[in-house]
T-cell receptor
Framework: DVKVTQSSRYLVKRTGEKVFLECVQDMDHENMFWYRQDPGLGLRLIYFSYDVKMKEKGDIPEGYSVSREKKERFSLILESASTNQTSMYLC?????????FGPGTRLTVT | GQQLNQSPQSMFIQEGEDVSMNCTSSSIFNTWLWYKQDPGEGPVLLIALYKAGELTSNGRLTAQFGITRKDSFLNISASIPSDVGIYFCAGKNDYKLSFGAGTTVTVRA
C-alpha cells in the first residue's frame, strides 16, 4: 500500500520563526513534491526533487527552501515564517504515471 | 503550472443519482488522474488513465481519457452520502501535474 506521511497534521507558529515540515515516503519513489493549497487558488507547486540532493523550483518558491538528504525524506523549510504562509501544505511522491499525496499539514502563522 | 478547466465548480446531487464532471486543457497530457479530497485531508488517487480513449472503472467511478488527450471526464454512479468531497482532475507530463480547481460535491440525503 502506498504511504506518504507528514510529520504534523496541525502546526501553529509565530511570525519570524523557522519552520520545518517533514515528509516521508516508503515506496522508493525518486520524485517528491511540496504544494500549498489555498481556497480559490487550488494546488500550487512550491518545490520538487527528482533525486537525492536535487531540487527544482516550482511556481511559488519565494520564502521557502527544501532539503532532500535521503531518498525517502523531503523537507520544506520556511526560513522566516510570515502570516501569508498560513496554508495547507501537501507533500506528494511519484511513480512514473501516478502521484500520491500525504495527509497534509495545516500551518497557521500568527 | 497551468490550471485546467474543471466543471462544474460545484454540484448538489440527490442520493442515488449519477453525476458527471469534466476537465479540459489547451495542452496535451500523457496521463490523466482523478483525486478526491475530504475536508482537512490530502487528495486520494481514485483513477489513473494512461492512454487516449481509455475508459477505466473503480467501483462506482468511471473515468475516460479523451481522444484528443486534452480532456477527461469522471462519472459517479448511484451517489451515496460518502461521495461528498472535492474532486480534482490532474494532467501529467514528465514530473509535474497541472490541476483543475476542483468540483465540490454535496449529496442531499
Amino acid at each position: 500500500d502506498v504511504k506518504v506521511t507528514q510529520s504534523s497534521r496541525y502546526l501553529v507558529k509565530r511570525t519570524g520563526e523557522k519552520v520545518f515540515l517533514e515528509c516521508v515516503q516508503d515506496m522508493d519513489h525518486e520524485n517528491m513534491f511540496w504544494y500549498r493549497q489555498d481556497p480559490g487558488l487550488g494546488l500550487r507547486l512550491i518545490y520538487f526533487s527528482y533525486d537525492v540532493k536535487m531540487k527544482e523550483k516550482g511556481d511559488i518558491p519565494e520564502g521557502y527552501s527544501v532539503s532532500r538528504e535521503k531518498k525517502e525524506r523531503f523537507s520544506l523549510i520556511l526560513e522566516s515564517a510570515s502570516t501569508n504562509q498560513t496554508s495547507m501544505y501537501l507533500c506528494a511522491s511519484n511513480l512514473p504515471y501516478e502521484q500520491y499525496f500525504g495527509p497534509g499539514t495545516r500551518l497557521t502563522v500568527t | 503550472g497551468q490550471q485546467l478547466n474543471q466543471s462544474p465548480q460545484s454540484m448538489f446531487i440527490q442520493e442515488g443519482e449519477d453525476v458527471s464532471m469534466n476537465c479540459t486543457s489547451s495542452s496535451i497530457f500523457n496521463t490523466w488522474l482523478w483525486y478526491k479530497q475530504d475536508p482537512g485531508e490530502g487528495p486520494v488517487l481514485l483513477i489513473a488513465l494512461y492512454k487516449a480513449g481509455e475508459l477505466t472503472s473503480n467501483g462506482r467511478l468511471t473515468a475516460q481519457f479523451g481522444i484528443t488527450r486534452k480532456d477527461s471526464f469522471l462519472n459517479i454512479s448511484a451517489s451515496i452520502p460518502s461521495d461528498v468531497g472535492i474532486y480534482f482532475c490532474a494532467g501529467k507530463n514528465d514530473y509535474k501535474l497541472s490541476f483543475g480547481a476542483g468540483t465540490t460535491v454535496t449529496v442531499r440525503a
